[in-house]
């Protein structure tokens, strides 16, 4: 790599530390709001509804193709983040009593 596309490589990868900082914030955010709605679930059960799930990744795959990002990309990272706050739900539930 010449020492030119080398620097340019380096500003890139500022750029992307940077947007993953922002996204870190956004995960947070997100974080929060998982955990209000987890507080008004009663039972363990209620925790997957497929059908929401099914209707998010849907509209994400209309945004991405309107927003001209491969849906695959997007399929992968939702499919993921749902999954994982799944899990989170899961771990951080309390009955009611």
């Given at each position: 790599?010449s020492?030119?596309?080398?620097?340019?490589?380096?500003?890139i990868?500022?750029?992307?530390?940077?947007?993953?900082?922002?996204l870190?914030?956004?995960i947070k955010?997100?974080?929060?709001?998982?955990?209000k709605v987890l507080?008004l679930?009663?039972?363990?059960?209620q925790i997957?509804?497929?059908?929401?799930?099914?209707?998010?990744?849907?509209?994400?795959?209309?945004?991405?193709?309107?927003?001209?990002?491969?849906?695959?990309?997007?399929?992968?990272?939702?499919?993921?983040?749902?999954?994982?706050?799944?899990?989170?739900e899961k771990?951080?539930?309390?009955?009611?009593k």
């Amino acid at each position: 790599m010449s020492p030119l596309n080398r620097k340019k490589l380096g500003k890139i990868r500022s750029d992307l530390d940077r947007l993953d900082n922002s996204l870190i914030k956004i995960i947070k955010k997100r974080t929060k709001l998982v955990e209000k709605v987890l507080a008004l679930k009663d039972k363990k059960n209620q925790i997957v509804d497929k059908k929401r799930i099914k209707k998010i990744l849907k509209n994400i795959r209309i945004k991405s193709i309107k927003n001209n990002i491969d849906p695959k990309i997007t399929n992968k990272i939702w499919n993921n983040m749902i999954l994982a706050y799944i899990d989170y739900e899961k771990r951080n539930f309390k009955k009611k009593k």
